[in-house]
C-alpha cells in the first residue's frame, strides 16, 4: 500500500518556488501511517505530465497530483489527465457552480478565464466548494486526487479530505498524534535523546521536520483501540518531554508566540519590545497572534546607539565603556522599555546579524538579551551561527522562548 506524489508546475522545475505542499502532504500521510514510493516533479508539458500519469499509476495505491488548476494557459492538469485516462472533459456543473458562488463574494461575475476551470474529466467529483480539487479513479481502480498548487487550498484539502478519505478506504483507524516544537538542538541531537523512544512493534511511530529555526517531532501511536492509542500518544509525549529538557517550545498546533501570547492573557501582562537586531521581527511573530493588542503595548525598532538613548534611556557611559552590543546594554534597553511604556514587562535584544560588524571579542552572531520585570532584569547570552537571516530568526525565536520560560516561573511562583 504504497502512494506517489506528483507536483506539476514550471515554477518548481525551475527552482523558483520550493515545493513545500508535497513536503506537508508526505507529512500528513505518514503519520497516518500512510506510505510514499516517490514524490516527482514536472514541468507544465501535457506530454510530460501525461507520461508522469502512466509511470506512477502503473505501481501505486493512491496518487496525489498538485498543480496546474487554475485559469491560465499554463494551467495543463486537467486536460492532460482527461487525454491521458481517455476521457472527455466537460463542464462541471457543481465546480461552475462553486466558481460562480467564489467570484460572487468578491463582488464580481466570472470570467470566461475562470470559467476554463471548471473543465473536468468525465466522472471528476469535486472536493470542496472554495476550491477547484477533484478526485478520479485510475485504471487501476486506485483513487486520484488532483490538488491546487495554492498551499493553503492544497493543505486544507490534504488534511480534511485525502487523508480521511485514504484512510477509510484501506480500513486504517485514525493515528492519535503529537506534536512538540523543539528550539536550541540540532535534528541530530534532538534525535539521540529521543532514541529508543518507539520500540518496534509499539505502533509508534516518531518523525522529524526541521523548520529553521525549530524541529519539529511528530509523535505518532496507533492501535486497534482507539484509548489504548490514545494512551500511548499521551506517555510518548511525556517521556519525550523529560528527555528533550525543556527545549520544547510549544506543542501541537501551537506556535511559540501563541504560547506566549496565552500566558500573558492568563497572567494579564502586558510587554514592551526593544528591539535592535531583529529589526522588529519579534513584534511581527506576535502580532500574528489575533488578541494580540491585549498584551503588547508596544514595540520600539532601535537600531541605533542614539534610538536607544533617547528612547530607552541607555546611558553614554554604558555605551562606551560596554558598547551596544552587551549584557549591561540588553538590560537598559529592557527596563528602559517597561519604564516607559508602563507595561509589566520589558524584552529587549541586540546584537550583530553580520556579515559586517564582527570582532573577536564579539564575533557575528553574538546577541544579548534582556527581560525586565517587577523582580528585576535578567539578561542572556546567546552565540547563533548562520547568515544575516538565520542570525536574526534564531534571535528573535530566543527572545520568546526567553519571555516563555519567565512565564512559566513565574505562573509557578504565583501558584506555589
Known sequence: MLGRILCIGDEIMSGRTAD??????????WSAGLMLKAITTVGDDPEAIAQALEQALADCSFLLVGGGLGPTEDDLTARAAADYLGLPLNE?????????????????????????????????RVLDPLCCGFHLTGPGGQPVYFLPGVPEEYRRLIDQYVVPQL??????????????????????????????????????????????????????????????????????????????????????????????GEELTRQRLTLCLAESCTGGLIGHRVTRVP??????????????NRAKQELLGVSEATLAAHGAVSGECAAEMAAGARARSGADLGLSVTGIAGPEGGSLEKPVGTVWFGLAGPEGVVTEHRLFHGDRAMVKLQAAENALNLLRRYLQDHALLRSA
Open 291 to 304: 488578541g494580540s493588542s491585549a498584551y503588547l503595548e508596544r514595540g520600539l525598532v532601535v537600531y541605533s
Open 20 to 29: 513545500r505542499n508535497s513536503r506537508h502532504a508526505a507529512a500528513s500521510l
Open 167 to 260: 484512510l477509510t478506504r484501506f480500513g486504517l483507524g485514525a493515528p492519535v498524534s503529537r506534536m512538540l516544537r523543539v528550539f536550541g538542538l540540532p535534528e541530530s541531537e534532538v534525535g539521540r535523546r529521543l532514541e529508543g523512544l518507539t520500540p518496534a512493534g509499539s505502533g509508534a511511530k516518531i518523525g522529524y521536520y526541521p523548520t529553521f529555526p525549530e524541529v519539529k517531532v511528530l509523535l505518532t501511536a496507533r492501535s486497534d483501540d482507539p484509548a489504548l492509542a490514545e494512551a500511548l500518544a499521551h506517555h510518548l509525549e511525556r517521556e519525550a518531554l523529560e528527555r528533550l529538557e525543556g527545549h520544547v517550545v510549544a506543542r501541537g498546533s501551537q506556535t511559540l508566540e501563541q504560547a506566549v
Open 92 to 124: 462541471d456543473p457543481v465546480m461552475l457552480a462553486n466558481l460562480e458562488a467564489l467570484a460572487r463574494t468578491r463582488g464580481r461575475e466570472l470570467s470566461p478565464l475562470g470559467r476554463r476551470m471548471a473543465l473536468l474529466p468525465q466522472g471528476a
